[in-house]
């Protein structure tokens, strides 16, 4: 049996719109470019085909992809009142180091963006992050080193 795989209603959301895209604009037009390369190619030599045909196995396997997690994801509800960082948590940080605060949205991998502080459960930082309360200290070793963290709002 699978496991329900949960997301953020936003996370779901862009889910979703990646495979609107997918199936209603990138393969149509996949199809055309081969259809075209098909038009003027030898099959033993033409990279074109080749290319066009590379792409389509890509776009396909993550349609796939895609409707597999859509159709096992459950949408996790936004409680009022927080008080440990969970999946869908927003966690406002003060980097003990630097004094820069950030805010981060712990998320599942298939919907992080670290550029929109959508981070991934099984990030170092996301990982260390759940079941935190406010004001706990943390020490987090990222790629980039260790960081000293603490925890100033869940929401």
């Known amino acids: 049996m699978a496991k329900k795989m949960q997301l953020t209603k936003k996370g779901f959301e862009q889910l979703k719109e990646e495979l609107e895209q997918l199936e209603n604009i990138l393969r149509p037009k996949n199809k055309e470019r081969i259809k075209r390369a098909r038009g003027f190619c030898d099959f033993n030599e033409d990279s074109e085909y080749e290319a066009a045909l590379t792409?389509?196995?890509?776009?396909?396997e993550?349609?796939?992809e895609l409707q597999y997690v859509l159709s096992q994801a459950t949408i996790i509800e936004q409680k009022t009142k927080v008080y440990r960082v969970s999946l869908g948590s927003s966690v406002r940080v003060l980097d003990l180091g630097t004094g820069e605060q950030e805010t981060f949205t712990i998320v599942r991998a298939e919907e992080a963006d670290s550029f929109?502080?959508?981070?991934s459960e099984g990030s170092p930082l996301g990982s260390a992050l759940l079941g935190a309360k406010v004001?706990?200290?943390l020490t987090v070793t990222t790629p980039n080193g260790r960081r000293e963290i603490k925890i100033e709002k869940i929401s």
């Open 116 to 119: 929109s502080g959508r981070i």
């Open 55 to 60: 792409e389509q196995r890509k776009i396909y």
């Open 62 to 64: 993550r349609i796939k």
């Open 135 to 137: 004001n706990e200290r």
